[in-house]
C-alpha cells in the first residue's frame, strides 16, 4: 500500500513539474506600438521589457505591435529571449473592410481569425502561437487606440478572446480618447473582459465606465514609470537650458504654432545667440521646427534626433525650461523638474494627454496658439512620485507578473 502509495506521489509530482515546465515556456505576450519609431512608444515597450528581462530571463516574450522589424532593431537590447511579430496588426488591417472602418466588422473579424486560423492563413503561424503558446496577454499603454483609429482598436477584441481560454489578459496605461459612438461602446463591451484595465486619463476612464459601469476600468500612471524612469534620462553635460520639441502633424496652420513658438522664446527671454536644444520624438515630423527658428534669427541651435535620445536617453536635466507640444517630453522633462509650458495641437487628442500630466504632478502652462505666451510653470514638486507610479503599475499586474518587486524593493 505504501509503495502504491508513494507511486502516485511520485507521479503527482512529475506532472505538477511537467505542467510547470511547459507554463514556464510559453511567452508573455505584449501588445504595443514600437517601432515607428515615436518616442514614447518605445520607451513604455523598453521599459517593459527591461522589466521582464530582469525578473523573468528565461521567458520568452512576443511583442506584437505596427513594424516588427524596426521595433526589433531598437529593443534588441532590452530582453534575451524578446521576438516581434504584426498578428493582431495586420488581422486588423488586412481584412475584407475598409480601412479604419466600421469597428464592429474589423474587431469580428479579428476574433474569427484567431478561432479559426484558416479566416487568415498568412498568419497562421502566429495566430497557432496566441492560441497554444502564450501564457498572459499584456496590451501596454499609449495612444495607438483612440476611437476613429478602428484598425488598432480592434486588437481590443483579444480580450474576450482571452478571457474565453482563461487566459490573463491586462490592459495598463491606455489613452482611447477622443471615442464616441460604435467604438465606444465596443470599448466599453471589451474592457469588461481583461482581468486588469488601467488608463492614463481621467475622460478615457470616464467613457469606458459607461451605463452599466465598468469597474474594472481604474486610473493610473503613465506606462513609462514602472521603472522609475531609471536610466532614461541622457547624461546631463552640455544639454541647452532651453528645449523645444514641437510637431507639425497635428495642426491645420503649421505657421500659426511656429510663431507661438517664437513668440514663447521672446517672452521667456531667450537671446538670438542663446543655445537651444530642438528634440525630435518622430523623424521629420518634429524636424520642421528648427529650420524655422533658424530663419528667425536663432544660431545656436542643437538637434536631438530621435536616434539619440533611443541610444542615449532623454536630454532633460533639472534647470532647463521646456516648450513642448509632445505627451511623453511633458512627463519626462517634467518629472526631472524642469519647468515649461505645453501647447495642446489637438483639442480632443493632445489635450486630454497634457491634462494627464498635470493629473500625474506637473504645473506646466497651458500655451494657446493665437494668444499671449505664458510663463513656464514648474515640474513635479511633490514627494518621490516617480518611485510611487512604479510601484502602483507593478502592483496592478502582479498576478501576471508575481516575481516583480515594488519599486522599493530594488
Known sequence: MRTMLQSLHIHARKNSERVRQEQASKAFYLIAEPGYPNYGDELIAGEWLTLLGEYYPEVPVVVDCARPGPAAVILRDRHPHAIFTDTLRRLGTENPFPYDGPIDDIACFVSQALDDDGVAPNYASGIRLLQHGVQSIHMLGGGYMRGDWTCNLSRMAIGPWAHARNIPVAATGLGLM??????LRFAQQTARSFDVFTVRDV????ALRGEPAVDVVKVAPDDCFVNGLKDCYASPEGLPDVMVCVQSDFVEEEAALFEQVRRTLEAWGVNKD?????????PRIDYPILPYLAESGYSNLRFFPVIDLLEKGFPARAGQRWLSTRYHPHILAAAKGCSGSFISVDSGYYDVKHDAVIRMGSHWTRNTIGEEAPSPGQGFVQGDLVKEYADEIRRNVHALYPRIPSAANR
Not at 178 to 183: C, L, V
Not at 203 to 206: A, E, K, S
Request: hydrophobic residues 30%.
Open 274 to 282: 542663446d543655445a537651444i536644444g530642438v528634440v525630435e520624438c518622430n
Open 203 to 206: 475622460p478615457t476612464q470616464v
Open 178 to 183: 477622443p471615442i464616441e459612438g460604435d467604438s
